[in-house]
């Protein structure tokens, strides 16, 4: 019986196998799944914004793509994860309101991808696959058996990479 973790908005855990992490209504947010193929160790964030420094209350690490992604490979290899086996997918960071102005600063979930790219690639993490942009939300469901991430949406269907 594979356990159940259901992570929220700005939460983020990891857990060994067997396991099936998810996290619901990922729109502008951006879900970061990591997984060891050799220990399936799996590991999911909800991050909510792209940088803690430009915060002012950036108490919750999980809340930002920067600080998120460097507690959970921490909390993956305190978990018995090695870092050069984690690989990561990315899904979300859909741009779900039309503005007028096509500012950066609004688009949040552009920012919030390319964020996760820039800290993935510092620790050394590569990115295998991922399902990001668009204008639509989407639920995704991390598996520890062989780290495929279900990717779940209303109009779009359901697809697995």
């Known amino acids: 019986m594979?356990?159940?973790?259901?992570?929220?908005?700005?939460e983020l855990d990891s857990a060994c196998h067997p396991c099936?992490?998810?996290?619901?209504?990922?729109?502008?947010?951006?879900g970061i799944a990591l997984y060891d193929s050799i220990t399936k160790i799996s590991g999911l964030a909800h991050i909510m914004l792209p940088s803690s420094l430009q915060a002012i209350n950036n108490s919750n690490t999980a809340k930002f793509a920067d600080t998120a992604i460097v507690k959970?490979?921490?909390?993956?290899?305190?978990l018995g994860a090695c870092k050069s086996n984690i690989k990561a997918k990315l899904a979300g960071g859909a741009q779900m309101f039309n503005f007028s102005q096509s500012a950066d600063i609004i688009r949040i979930g552009y920012r919030n991808v390319v964020s996760s790219k820039e800290k993935l690639e510092e620790l050394g993490i590569p990115i295998i696959a991922e399902d990001t942009g668009g204008?639509?939300?989407?639920?995704?469901?991390?598996?520890?058996?062989?780290?495929?991430?279900?990717?779940?949406?209303?109009?779009?269907?359901?697809?697995?990479?």
């Open 2 to 10: 594979e356990k159940l973790l259901k992570i929220g908005m700005a």
């Open 20 to 30: 099936m992490l998810t996290t619901l209504g990922l729109g502008s947010c951006v």
């Open 72 to 78: 959970l490979v921490d909390d993956m290899i305190k």
């Open 135 to 161: 204008s639509y939300g989407r639920t995704i469901e991390l598996y520890s058996d062989d780290g495929r991430l279900v990717i779940k949406t209303v109009g779009h269907g359901v697809k697995q990479i």
